[in-house]
């Protein structure tokens, strides 16, 4: 039986792979982080603008780890003064549409 | 500019709309919990079989939060034994397409 008769059939609900998406999303802004991201790259400072009831601290550790997790990538460019941007992966585009359907939800249970 | 038209020119990220989500699928068995009645209605021993690891405390914790977030409904027969059955709301129902994409997207950062 091909994947997708068998998502029709049957929709086996796996724990392992929803852990693995909701590590992604969960937490009060790595989806809204993502989110912005996938409108286009934007620098450090202009994130933390676009966050202003967030940390440095609490920022700085959520991008790391949204980092670790493949969905964004973080450069660093030589220039004074220094300039770090943030861009989503090609896995991060790739989960885009399924993540901005995620906010959709919220309007159900609004 | 109707909704559609808006959502393919710019998607405006919401934090709202994401909390309101993420409140559905955090945690845990949460969305694990709403994939399996996906399937079909289930008396709460079975779904307790379903998740073995879980204690009755949390389930039962879980449970009253997705049935008081209207995801799910609880139903209480007046048999011998009592017969306590979960269903879906019809919200819930209309959420779980974009519930069972949330799992697919395990699947790209897995």
């Known amino acids: 039986m ?3 008769t068998r998502n029709e059939l049957s929709f086996e609900p796996d724990l392992l792979l929803i852990n693995a998406a909701l590590v992604v999303v969960s937490g ?3 989806l809204y982080i993502i989110l912005i991201l996938g409108e286009q790259t934007l620098r450090y400072s202009q994130l ?3 966050l202003p009831g967030v940390s440095e601290k609490v920022l700085a550790s959520e991008l790391k780890a949204l980092v670790g997790l ?3 990538k973080r450069e660093a460019f030589a ?3 220094p300039r770090v941007e943030y861009t989503l992966t090609e896995r991060g ?3 885009l549409p399924i993540l901005r ?3 959709q ?3 159900i249970f609004n």
């Open 2 to 4: 091909t994947n997708s």
């Open 105 to 107: 939800l919220g309007q």
């Open 70 to 72: 493949g969905v964004m």
């Open 28 to 30: 009060k802004w790595r």
């Open 48 to 50: 933390s603008e676009r």
């Open 101 to 103: 359907q995620i906010q």
């Open 79 to 81: 220039e004074i003064p």
């Open 93 to 95: 585009r790739l989960a």
